[in-house]
């Protein structure tokens, strides 16, 4: 009967303006209102150190960490967990809190990195570490040997080399570099123990002239990591972890790897999903560089905000973020209404993890009214994205839509790709649209069952599905379409949807078109012309070294 009536309903289309200009909606929502935004974790702002907090926690006086604070004010933004593992570091290593007040810059380090610094200083053969050494560390291992000895700091018949070299336990050093040892008084300690373990390196994992160099051109705080440290770590990482050589020396940073901190990742995390944490940091080696504590207040925070651990295995990466700006930026997901539609993708930890990327793309492709941004453009490589923007192509492949309905109406999702994929353009639909949408027609109690079987309706804009609502509640409009009933509350939900799809197509010949808004109906020509400037900058900085350079790289090679 409807497919009958389609010159009478196209002859409504003046007639449904004017009845929709009549009659307004009373519960119209306003064009800016913003849905309400989970909050996820609230975690309490954390009080910046002050001198009662010091002497209450260390000891000694209000007056002396009052003192301190004021000539060291940096000393503030440590956060009181790293200021107490610092300490306790100290305590393990002998250190008072009078030592401490000496010099209370020493607690703005890590425990890790004081007690790293302590090792490699016992190594060398300091027999008396005072505060002062350990916090002139720097300064003092690039002294030479001859000066350390004038000054008291090494035994004047200590054999440094010898010692060092003696420090190797899981590597036998070539021969004739144990009778080349005499490496003079005049070398500095950095120098001697970057030689000293690039021959262990050579021996035990098989470094090469050029591999060593680029370890020390890119990772270059390998140099301070203790013998004792690096060998624990190849142990750990050969033995428990099968690394075979190869791999770690492609992953350099591991020398710097944490022993202690990775058993407790294997000993706390065995698993994540049910995925081997063993597994997990083969497969992505710089998770074993993250913070025991700190991967676990990470899944913490994921958890909180509804998102599996699933989804996490799919973006390993996040995991080498620390928790507060994973914590950030799942917040900022919930604030952004082009993410927040993409929370229950099971790829959302990409969002998370390019999160600064993204954004950068979202606001340069709204530059270019750009409307389907998906996720996989958001977080795609460069190439990939430049290929989109200069294709002026405003459409996806419809992985998002098909995800979120998924989710919502707990269907099938290729049951509803195929649905979708009889209209022509349904791809050209961004799907925070699909979601404002469905919320529209569930706010006029329709059901999913209902806006299932009318699934197509879900691409069309708000205004039409509103007009063509209101038009349906007047009686003449009624009377035009010579439908047999009284009022349109003798149709049930599926039959107004289905009535409401086929006045707005009718308008366009049922060719699909009445997916457009007039400010989206013309493509735009000449689009390379038009492209704005993409902000292009290249991060050298890496968290576990520098990226080296193409002419630098090309110069070493």
């Known amino acids: 009967m409807l497919r009958n009536s389609k010159n009478q309903a196209q002859r409504l289309v003046q007639f449904t303006r004017s009845c929709a200009a009549v009659k307004q909606p009373n519960n119209k929502k306003p064009e800016n209102?913003?849905?309400?935004?989970?909050?996820?974790?609230?975690?309490?702002?954390?009080?910046?150190?002050?001198?009662?907090?010091?002497?209450?926690?260390?000891g000694s006086t209000y007056r002396t960490w009052a003192a301190a604070l004021e000539k060291h004010p940096e000393l503030k933004t440590v956060k009181r967990k790293d200021l107490l593992n610092s300490y306790d570091a100290l305590k393990s290593l002998k250190y008072t809190v009078d030592d401490i007040v000496m010099k209370p810059m020493i607690i703005y380090y890590g425990?890790?990195?004081?007690?790293?610094?302590?090792?490699?200083?016992?190594?060398?053969?300091?027999?008396?570490?005072?505060?002062?050494?350990?916090?002139?560390?720097?300064?003092?291992?690039?002294?030479?040997?001859g000066f350390l000895k004038a000054h008291g700091l090494l035994p004047y018949d200590l054999n440094v080399p010898q010692r060092l070299a003696d420090s190797f336990t899981d590597a036998q050093l070539p021969t004739n570099f144990q009778m080349s040892l005499n490496f003079g008084e005049n070398i500095t300690?950095?120098?001697?123990?970057?030689s000293l373990l690039n021959t262990y390196l050579q021996a035990r994992m098989q470094m090469d002239e050029t591999e060593l160099q680029k370890m020390w051109r890119v990772y270059s705080r390998v140099r301070h990591k203790s013998f004792h440290s690096v060998q624990d770590a190849i142990e750990l990482l050969t033995t428990v972890l099968k690394f075979p050589a190869e791999r770690i020396r492609k992953n350099a940073f591991l020398l710097h790897a944490d022993a202690d901190n990775v058993r407790r990742i294997l000993k706390e995390i065995p698993t994540i999903n049910g995925l081997d944490i063993r597994d997990i940091g083969y497969r992505r080696p710089k998770i074993l560089m993250s913070n025991?504590?700190?991967?676990?207040?990470?899944?913490?925070?994921?958890?909180?905000?509804?998102?599996?651990?699933?989804?996490?295995?799919?973006?390993?990466?996040?995991?080498?973020?620390?928790?507060?700006?994973?914590?950030?930026?799942?917040?900022?997901?919930?604030?952004?209404?082009?993410?927040?539609?993409?929370?229950?993708?099971?790829?959302?930890?990409?969002?998370?993890?390019?999160?600064?990327?993204?954004?950068?793309?979202?606001?340069?492709?709204?530059?270019?009214?750009?409307?389907?941004?998906?996720?996989?453009?958001?977080?795609?490589?460069s190439d990939a994205f430049a290929k989109f923007a200069r294709d002026g192509s405003d459409r996806t492949k419809g992985r998002d839509i098909v995800?979120?309905?998924?989710?919502?109406?707990?269907?099938?999702?290729q049951l509803l790709r195929n649905l979708l994929s009889r209209h022509p353009n349904w791809c050209h639909i961004p799907v925070l649209q699909v979601k404002q949408c469905l919320e529209y027609l569930q706010s006029k109690k329709f059901g999913l069952d209902d806006i299932f079987q009318n699934i197509h309706l879900l691409l069309y804009p708000i205004k039409r599905i509103e007009e063509k609502l209101l038009l349906l509640q007047v009686k003449e409009a009624l009377e035009e379409l010579h439908l047999p009933i009284?009022?349109?509350?003798?149709?049930?939900?599926?039959?107004?949807?289905?009535?409401?799809?086929?006045l707005i197509e009718s308008e366009f010949h049922f060719t699909g078109d009445g997916i457009w808004t007039e400010q989206h109906?013309?493509?735009?020509?000449?689009?390379?012309?038009?492209?704005?400037?993409?902000p292009e900058s290249l991060n050298k900085v890496y968290k576990y070294g520098v990226k080296p350079s193409e002419k630098a790289s090309m110069f070493h090679l």
């Open 486 to 502: 009284v009022n349109m509350h003798a149709m049930n939900n599926n039959e107004i949807l289905t009535l409401i799809l086929y």
């Open 189 to 194: 300690l950095k120098e001697l123990r970057q």
């Open 292 to 381: 025991c504590d700190s991967l676990k207040q990470t899944l913490e925070h994921v958890r909180a905000f509804g998102i599996t651990e699933d989804a996490v295995l799919r973006c390993l990466e996040v995991l080498t973020l620390g928790p507060d700006t994973v914590l950030e930026r799942l917040r900022d997901i919930n604030q952004i209404e082009q993410f927040e539609v993409l929370g229950s993708n099971p790829r959302i930890m990409r969002l998370v993890h390019y999160q600064n990327k993204a954004r950068l793309r979202l606001d340069y492709l709204n530059q270019l009214k750009v409307r389907c941004a998906s996720l996989h453009i958001l977080s795609c490589g």
């Open 111 to 145: 425990a890790s990195t004081l007690s790293n610094r302590h090792n490699v200083l016992n190594e060398c053969g300091f027999h008396n570490i005072t505060i002062q050494t350990l916090f002139k560390y720097i300064t003092v291992i690039n002294k030479s040997i």
């Open 403 to 413: 995800v979120y309905l998924g989710n919502i109406m707990q269907k099938d999702e």
């Open 521 to 534: 109906t013309h493509h735009v020509e000449n689009f390379n012309n038009l492209l704005p400037d993409f």
């Open 33 to 58: 209102a913003q849905p309400a935004k989970s909050k996820g974790l609230d975690l309490p702002v954390e009080e910046s150190l002050n001198p009662s907090y010091l002497a209450r926690t260390l």
